[in-house]
């Protein structure tokens, strides 16, 4: 699965912000020459090997004495405020349908990953599942960060300290890959405004 090359721009930058340049520097020279020369010569659109991000995210971890996984979702987190920043999130404080706006958020998938799909499962007062789809190899380090973007967008959504969690996960044996994200979905609705389940 190739994804666009932002996410690993978007991860040098918040290791750069965050610990600096130094830092940063001693992760990009540890990585592997393919991961070397795709931080230097891409751009925001192009497309590049998902095991690419991965491999930083992991050696960013061990550069940094993050354990494995935390460090990957603060990264995929920054990815959603970066991402997040267009027409969609302007539009979330006008539309009172958290659900609608789920699945627009959801349907982004294909516009950073060229394979699978993110599929909004259920939405209730206090709870989104979602799940990821057609991933032919999984990855934890993938998954990770996918967790911290879940937790940022129902935070840009309005949600009051959410918690989100990779409750089945493909790495682990699961047969599939679904998120939890738990908070007040409804709280800036009205109870009359409660989409039907």
């Known amino acids: 699965m190739n994804v666009k090359a932002q996410g690993l721009l978007n991860a040098a930058r918040w290791i750069e912000e965050h610990h600096g340049r130094d830092m940063l520097g001693e992760i990009v020279r540890a990585c592997s020459p393919a991961v070397r020369d795709r931080y230097v010569s891409a751009i925001a659109i192009n497309w590049h090997p998902m095991e690419e991000l991965c491999e930083f995210v992991e050696v960013a971890e061990r550069c940094i004495g993050s354990p494995p996984g935390k460090l990957a979702e603060r990264i995929g987190a920054a990815g959603a405020r970066a991402n997040m920043k267009g027409v969609l999130l302007r539009i979330a404080f006008y539309v009172t349908n958290p659900e609608f706006m789920m699945k627009r958020i959801a349907g982004l998938w294909s516009q950073f990953n060229d394979q699978g799909s993110m599929l909004?499962?259920?939405?209730g007062e206090d709870m989104?599942?979602?799940?990821?789809?057609?991933?032919?190899?999984?990855?934890a380090t993938f998954c990770s960060i996918l967790t911290g973007w879940c937790h940022e967008v129902a935070i840009a959504l309005g949600v009051p300290d959410p918690v989100a969690r990779h409750v089945e996960c493909?790495?682990?044996?699961?047969?599939?890959?679904?998120w939890?994200?738990?908070?007040?979905?409804?709280e800036r609705m009205g109870k009359a405004d409660r989409p039907k389940l």
């Open 120 to 123: 909004l499962l259920v939405i």
């Open 170 to 178: 493909r790495t682990r044996h699961a047969k599939r890959c679904i």
């Open 128 to 139: 989104v599942r979602l799940e990821v789809t057609g991933v032919p190899r999984p990855n």
């Open 180 to 186: 939890e994200v738990r908070g007040s979905f409804l």
